[in-house]
């Protein structure tokens, strides 16, 4: 068919898609499910392919706005998986390798596997396309020639395979993974002479020079009156930008020069593409609800399923609900109020842990969870405590307070001591009783299945509004420890997607124990106990009291054993 016969639209069409990448895509490549069916881009990969080809967002900016200034040689796309970043960087590859021949580009990733998948998601484009024809020979594994002179080649992550080659564009993948020194005394001066640099990762903390730029990009955008044109700097402005709302612009005082309040952000020092997960149609936001309320909108998993940046010492607890839960009249001292169910959490140590000691209770006003009191028996620096001194001093504080649960640490080593425990209490004729959650085993067996669910209801605590927990402030013997070790204590995403916490090279005993306390005011075990109840040979007064504990089963046949008058 010739171009007279064309239609008006269709050469509207060919004349669009020979400009931009992001109509090339979508008037001519074939879906990757669907063969039948065109490429429909998400706006987020729209974004993204535009500040490839141009540096910036056709969707926010206008080209007369680069007239005098050049667009940003660097593109820096951190976004949470499975959000078509590696397709989106094959179709732009694709698409500019047509448009602006010839063309080179590099794909550097962090396998030679990685790298040559995506010059196979090229090929696979090109071929199931009208393109066919311009493939060139026949491609290898690392490298594809176009007839019109363009090329892709890939790179594995090293500054041998690297450096030498000069490209238009070269593609970083997983960047943040990569090694500071090959990123950037390598691969971004391939392109010195290019036009642009692209890396692309998942967020993985806020270590390393990439994150930096990253944020250097965000701060450094200026703020443009969209009447007058007049520019501001953010540091102009005595507010707080929001992060990580990139578009969202807080409150400013109207403009100097028109006097008008409608402003927006300009271009900084790289192009950022903005996803925002809520509203893109590759994640479905009833299950993004459903998963953050399964981890309790932890900091981690807002890094995993929202694609947030954040720092690495606030992987699971965040320094802010510290200090929201923290009451500076409580002290961490003995004292014992009567009329108070008290919960102890014993997080067992020997040789190589320290054994902590966490007491709390319920307050009967706020209903907040006060902690009382920490004992750290066997510390970081004296692992050879003998067993036998510990648990005295545990059952000390277990006599001094009486608590109603006593939740112990069950796994390994603490599987024997908690038997011993047990019979220790018994012995002693306390009434507390031992929370089990395996019905063979005594005390709170921690694993990858438990455990999750163990920090999950601590996260909750600490990050609901209003506070639900009353700490003692940092000041007072042992809280500075807890506090530093809730800012360290960390998790990470499994293979198998499960969340495996206490993934830190430091202490988390405190942690442990304050978590296992904090679980007793659940009062739910996982299975339908047998209730039992002991006559020690004491007086019938004392057997009396024992009726003011209540046996109440829930709905799902679970026991909740509280005394009657405790106001837990």
Known sequence: MSLSQLTQQQ?????RSMFRAVDLIENYFPAKWNHNKLIVLDKHQKDFIDCIQFGFPLSYYRFDEFEDKKPPKGVITIWRRQVGKSWSCAEAVAAVMIIEAPCSVGIVAASETESQLLIDKVKWLLENSQFS???????????????NGSEVRSHTCSETSIRGPSYDIILIDESALMNEKILFGAALPTVTHGSRWVAITTPKGRKGKLVEFFFKGLDSRPIICRICGEEYK?????????????????????CKTCGDNN???????FAIPYLDPW????????ELTAILELHDNSPLARQEYLGEIIDEASMVILQEWITKNTNVMLRNVMVRKEGVAYVAGLDYGRHHDAASICITHTDKKSGQIVVDYMRTISGEFDHETDWEAIKSQFLDIIKFYRPVWVVPDATGLGDPLVEELHRDIRALKLRCKLFNNKKDRLGFTISHVTKPDLIAYMIALFSRNPHALQLPPKSEPEIQQLITELLRFECEVMEAGYLKYGTQSYHDDRVIALALSLWGHRRKPWFKPKAEFFDYGISKMAREEFKMFEINLDEDYQLDMIPADAGL
């Open 234 to 254: 953010q540091s102009d402005f005595d507010v707080d930008f929001p992060y990580p709302k990139f578009i969202e612009m807080p409150e400013l005082p109207d």
């Open 263 to 269: 402003y927006k952000y300009g271009m900084g020092y």
């Open 11 to 15: 050469k509207t069409v060919i004349k």
């Open 279 to 286: 509203n893109c149609s590759l994640i479905d936001t009833e």
């Open 133 to 147: 024809k311009y493939i060139e020979g026949r491609p290898r594994l690392d490298i594809l020639k176009l007839k």
